[in-house]
């Protein structure tokens, strides 16, 4: 099974950014208009401080400034917002708006991670998995992937499913990378409907009954029963 590279990492980093940007539309103080999200940021408003802080990084209404969004996701990162130690995390570990700062980038997705961010467990599990501003540790990663997978995020799912079939952090189980793989492809994961398509032939019959009754026990448990 081939294994991801570190460049692939950080694109996972990027898209997953991206996802948590639109999640970052939908709530808070999004809604209102700039004057008033820019008055409420001025006045400390954390969610105002990190969603004045995604339309720059944006350009969504604003011209597109890397580094204000930075420093506007640090004024909410500094009160404790997950998701903008996240984004803060991510801003570093990619080097927008900042210099590429990978160990700046693993203390923010940490913060956010011990809160139960799994955008943050995701990202803090990748920095583990590539060596990335901490020392390469697949038992960490695969950990920190399990946390996140157990909450639905379909890349932390895909990765387990990885970590599994190149016994990296866990004993090697194609079973096991089966089930995850299963699991992110029916959230729409394209990487792991193929990975899984391959592994497939790897297992005996058997053993594919037992991974896809695995599988829909673990969808039907909202990923809690996977095991």
Not at 3 to 17: C, D, E
Not at 57 to 80: C, H, I, M, S, T
Request: glycine share 10%; with cysteine; hydrophobic share 40%.
């Amino acid at each position: 099974m081939p294994r991801l590279s570190k460049s692939k990492a950080m694109k996972l980093l990027i898209s997953t950014f991206i996802s948590l940007l639109l999640i970052g539309f939908a709530g808070g103080s999004y809604g209102q208009d700039f004057e008033e999200t820019k008055l409420l940021a001025e006045q400390g408003d954390a969610e105002a401080q990190l969603n004045l802080g995604i339309r720059y990084a944006n350009g969504e209404g604003v011209p597109e400034d890397d580094a204000e969004a930075v420093k506007l996701y640090r004024l909410a990162a500094k009160q404790g917002l997950a998701r903008a130690q996240n984004y803060l995390g991510i801003m570093h570990a990619n080097g927008d708006g900042v210099p590429e700062n990978y160990a700046e980038g693993v203390k923010w997705f940490r913060l956010a991670a011990v809160q139960g961010y799994a955008g943050a467990q995701y990202n803090l599990g990748l920095m583990y998995n590539y060596g990335l501003g901490v020392p390469e540790n697949f038992a960490e990663a695969f950990k920190l992937y399990r946390l996140a997978a157990k909450q639905g995020d379909a890349e932390a799912q895909n990765n387990l499913g990885i970590m599994y079939a190149n016994g990296d952090g866990v004993p090697q189980n194609n079973v096991r990378g089966y089930i995850w793989w299963s699991v992110a492809a029916a959230q729409g994961k394209e990487d792991a409907k193929r990975n899984r398509d391959i592994v497939v032939e790897r297992l005996t019959p058997d053993q594919l009954t037992q991974a896809q009754q695995i599988a829909t026990r673990c969808i039907d448990s909202d990923y809690q029963d996977c095991e």
